[in-house]
């Protein structure tokens, strides 16, 4: 059985692409953003935890988001995941429903925002496209290995395949455009991510993107060579590329990935803090982006090969307009 809702391969990413002048923008850290509206999930089930308490609040974000210039919304299901719901004491039906409610709070917001701006005759907006999120096995786990790619040894391929596999198919049978698989730490689970696409055989595109720690390899130590030769094997694949990184490692990771693959390439790092998984907060920046630095970089990024670009962890809608404004300029 094929899952997606019409035969489609990279087209409708590749044609936001081209609708976009080249360069998509990607939205903003999502966890941030609900953060910053006084949501707190210091818990295992992180900005999932909205998903259940506050959905109204993710809807309210993924506006923001839209009005700030972003082409692509990325849905809330990053840390929801069906074993992590049973865990907190959900039934199935209720986990697959919070899935399923993920993507419909942002299809609902790009479809309000896109019946008002189309009032405006003079907009020169896209219809945005909503990629799910499939947060990597180590978000689930909660214990910050998404920064580690450190999964233990009883961790294999066809575990991996299996911890993703429902919330896959849950996830493109309630509508989303395209899969993106965030922070993906190890060539192993990248790989998981590649076979399961065939396995289910889904015609919706996906983006991969890995984390980073030394602006080099994979959080594993894998080379991102070792990586991307998986991957650049799989037609499923539409795009690859790094979330959730340090901003001053994208450069160079672009111009690294341009020589690994013909691929479309996503960028949408993090500010520069990193992550303390155990005390579940982020550590004071030794280097961080402001939006103005993201703003100059952006057009660098697009200009080394980017094909998308946005904000992962603190970024905002403020970053987005600002990457939005300089991807956007017409000459
Ligand atoms: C993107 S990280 C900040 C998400 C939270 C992490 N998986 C944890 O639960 O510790
Ligand atoms: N899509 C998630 C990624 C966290 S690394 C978010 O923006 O919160
Ligand atoms: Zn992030």
Known sequence: MGFGREKKSSSALDELIEKAGGCAVVDGGLGTQLEMHGASFNDPLWSALCLIKQPDLIKTVHLEYLEAGADILVTSSYQATIPGFLER?????????????????????????????????????????????????????????????????????????????????????????????????????????????????????????????????????????????????????????????PPHFVLDLIKNFKELTVKAIVVYPNSGRLWDGIAKRWLQPSKCFDDEKFELSATRWRDAGAKLIGGCCQTTPDTIRAISKVLKLKF
């Open 89 to 245: 004491g959900l039934s199935i039906e209720e986990a697959e429903n919070l899935l399923r409610r993920s993507v419909k709070l942002a299809v609902e917001a790009r479809d309000e925002f896109w019946n008002d701006i189309q009032r405006n005759p003079l907009h020169n907006r896209n219809r945005a496209l909503v990629a799910a999120s499939i947060g990597s096995y180590g978000a689930y786990l909660a214990d910050g290995s998404e920064y580690s790619g450190n999964y233990g040894p009883k961790i294999n391929l066809e575990k991996l395949k299996d911890f993703h596999r429902r919330r896959l198919q849950v996830l493109v049978e309630a509508g989303a455009d395209l899969l993106a698989f965030e922070t993906i730490p190890n060539k192993l689970e990248a790989q998981a991510c590649a076979e399961l696409l065939d396995e289910e055989n889904v015609q919706i595109p996906s983006w991969i993107c890995f984390s980073s720690l030394d602006g080099k390899n994979a959080p594993s130590g894998e080379s991102f060579k070792e990586c991307l030769d998986v991957l650049n094997k799989s037609k499923r694949v539409a795009a690859v590329g790094i979330n959730c990184a």
